[in-house]
């Protein structure tokens, strides 16, 4: 960033109510990140430098993009979970961004208002609030919360005291009749991103703005279907960062890189190029999300000789393998396919969450995979539960798993070090037997 970029972005960020020497010391951290793992990797496709482009530039041009917006009268609406329909807030006019709660960074200073044993997801988002250090939470209009979990759903009644929120409530169960209660719901979110930007929402720009989330969504599944190859034509830790980054580009943007990086990719397939040598160990991570720069689990896996090649996450499939196929043309039929999309999401939330063992299960012969590491981040009450169920089931079916539950922090690296190379030698001598 040369020098005049930083003034005119430091200016940005104060404008918007930054913490500008906070966010400095989270932005110099995150660049040492970025270089000490994503550079690190060898023989990546030539097509990742738009995602480099992103995330060694992560706060600034996005950030101007949304600045103009605003300039010009328009909102930005922020939120934490994929039960947040984007396509509704595009259709308003608006820009929707997943808001910053991947990092350690704010997490002290969190743990002076909530109490400590939180999941680090929740302490993060709210952490970044508190100290103003994400100039995304400041640029937003409104953040959208969500009563999935209990710690999130308590933690936005907090949120509310220091920033404009608005909580959709999301059913527990999946049945028809929660549906109904789900589409109602986003039927009460359109009023109110209709009455933040004063646009209307019409079957028209619903229609497009659905397009264009769902194209996406396409395009995300069309780069996972090409990891089932062997060799993976690409690292898990890249894929991650994309599909991290895929949370805060504009949509159209990103979704053009996605599928000009598959084009590349799929050629590697057919030359039998790969990250990893053919017998590496193939490994599928299925739990709590992770959220950007949360990169800690992949770089230990690819850096002991394996590859990731699949995220059973909203960080992964969960977010990307549902369309809405509205059943008729009307808003109400539009409303009725984005809460069907969104209620077939296996989150641990819900109660029975049968789908998403199936999920793994399948997942597991389609990419391949040798173990599956079900990860859990600390005091993530819901998916360390479903852990039982996900065991039992992988028991049954032979394939290896890991259970690890981690937080933010590197206290830990070494034991989980140590967990995930041993996981990784058992698989070896696994496929050494057979
Ligand atoms: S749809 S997984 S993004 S709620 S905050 S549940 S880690 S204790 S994030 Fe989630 Fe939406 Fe579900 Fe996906 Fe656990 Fe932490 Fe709760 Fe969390």
């Given at each position: 960033?040369?020098?005049?970029?930083?003034?005119?972005?430091?200016?940005?960020?104060?404008?918007?109510?930054?913490?500008?020497?906070?966010?400095?010391?989270?932005?110099?951290?995150?660049?040492?990140?970025?270089?000490?793992?994503?550079?690190?990797?060898?023989?990546?496709?030539?097509?990742?430098?738009?995602?480099?482009?992103?995330?060694?530039?992560?706060?600034?041009?996005r950030?101007?993009e949304m600045v103009d917006h605003k300039n010009q009268g328009g909102k930005v609406v922020g939120s934490?979970c994929v039960f947040i329909p984007e396509d509704l807030v595009l259709a308003a006019g608006a820009i929707h961004v997943g808001?910053?709660?991947?990092?350690?960074?704010?997490?002290?200073?969190?743990?002076?208002?909530?109490?400590?044993?939180?999941?680090?997801?929740?302490?993060?988002?709210?952490?970044?609030?508190?100290?103003?250090?994400?100039?995304?939470?400041?640029a937003s209009d409104l953040i959208v919360?969500e009563?999935?979990?209990?710690?999130?759903?308590?933690?936005?009644?907090?949120?509310?005291?220091?920033?404009p929120?608005y909580?959709i409530?999301?059913?527990?169960?999946?049945?028809?009749?929660?549906q109904?209660?789900f589409a109602a719901e986003l039927t009460d979110f359109k009023e109110q991103l209709e009455e933040l930007t004063g646009n209307q929402i019409t079957p028209e720009n619903l229609k497009k703005a659905t397009a264009k989330v769902e194209n996406k969504f396409k395009a995300l599944?069309?780069?996972?279907?090409?990891?089932?190859?062997?060799?993976?034509?690409?690292?898990?830790?890249?894929?991650?960062?994309?599909?991290?980054?895929g949370f805060q580009d504009d949509v159209e943007r990103f979704t053009r890189?996605?599928?000009?990086?598959?084009?590349?990719?799929?050629?590697?397939?057919?030359?039998?190029?790969?990250?990893?040598?053919?017998?590496?160990?193939?490994?599928?991570?299925?739990?709590?999300?992770?959220?950007?720069?949360?990169?800690?689990?992949?770089?230990?896996?690819?850096?002991?000789?394996?590859?990731?090649?699949?995220?059973?996450?909203?960080?992964?499939?969960?977010l990307f393998?549902y369309l809405s196929n509205p059943a008729g043309a009307s808003l109400e039929e539009q409303l009725a396919g984005i809460a069907k999309r969104h209620l077939?999401?296996?989150?641990?939330?819900?109660?029975?969450?049968?789908?998403?063992?199936?999920?793994?299960?399948?997942?597991?012969?389609?990419?391949?995979?040798?173990?599956?590491?079900?990860?859990?981040?600390?005091?993530?009450?819901?998916?360390?539960?479903?852990?039982?169920?996900?065991?039992?089931?992988?028991?049954?079916?032979?394939?290896?798993?890991?259970?690890?539950?981690?937080?933010?922090?590197?206290?830990?690296?070494?034991?989980?070090?140590?967990?995930?190379?041993?996981?990784?030698?058992?698989?070896?001598?696994?496929?050494?037997?057979?």
């Open positions: 960033m040369s020098k005049q970029d930083k003034a005119y972005y430091e200016e940005m960020w104060a404008g918007l109510g930054v913490d500008v020497p906070i966010h400095d010391q989270l932005i110099r951290g995150l660049a040492v990140l970025e270089r000490r793992l994503h550079r690190k990797q060898n023989n990546r496709p030539e097509k990742i430098d738009y995602f480099n482009g992103v995330l060694s530039d992560l706060h600034g041009h950030i101007a934490y808001l910053c709660a991947g990092s350690s960074f704010p997490v002290q200073d969190a743990e002076k208002v909530l109490p400590r044993n939180t999941c680090p997801l929740i302490k993060s988002s709210f952490g970044y609030k508190l100290i103003k250090a994400c100039p995304y939470t400041e919360g009563t999935t979990c209990d710690g999130k759903k308590k933690m936005f009644e907090v949120l509310a005291d220091y920033h929120t909580v409530e999301v059913p527990q169960k999946k049945n028809e009749r929660n109904g209660l599944q069309r780069l996972f279907r090409l990891r089932q190859a062997n060799p993976a034509p690409i690292s898990g830790l890249d894929v991650l960062t994309i599909t991290q980054i890189q996605v599928n000009e990086l598959c084009d590349e990719l799929a050629v590697r397939v057919q030359d039998g190029i790969g990250v990893a040598h053919k017998g590496a160990s193939r490994v599928l991570i299925s739990g709590s999300p992770m959220s950007l720069p949360n990169w800690r689990l992949h770089s230990m896996i690819e850096k002991a000789g394996a590859v990731v090649v699949c995220e059973e996450s909203c960080i992964g499939t969960r393998s077939s999401i296996n989150c641990a939330c819900f109660t029975p969450n049968q789908g998403r063992v199936e999920d793994v299960l399948r997942m597991a012969k389609e990419y391949q995979v040798d173990g599956v590491i079900h990860y859990t981040l600390q005091f993530c009450h819901t998916f360390n539960n479903e852990g039982v169920k996900m065991e039992q089931a992988l028991e049954e079916a032979g394939i290896p798993l890991l259970r690890v539950e981690a937080d933010y922090s590197d206290d830990d690296s070494g034991q989980l070090k140590t967990r995930v190379e041993a996981f990784l030698e058992l698989l070896e001598e696994k496929k050494e037997k057979f």
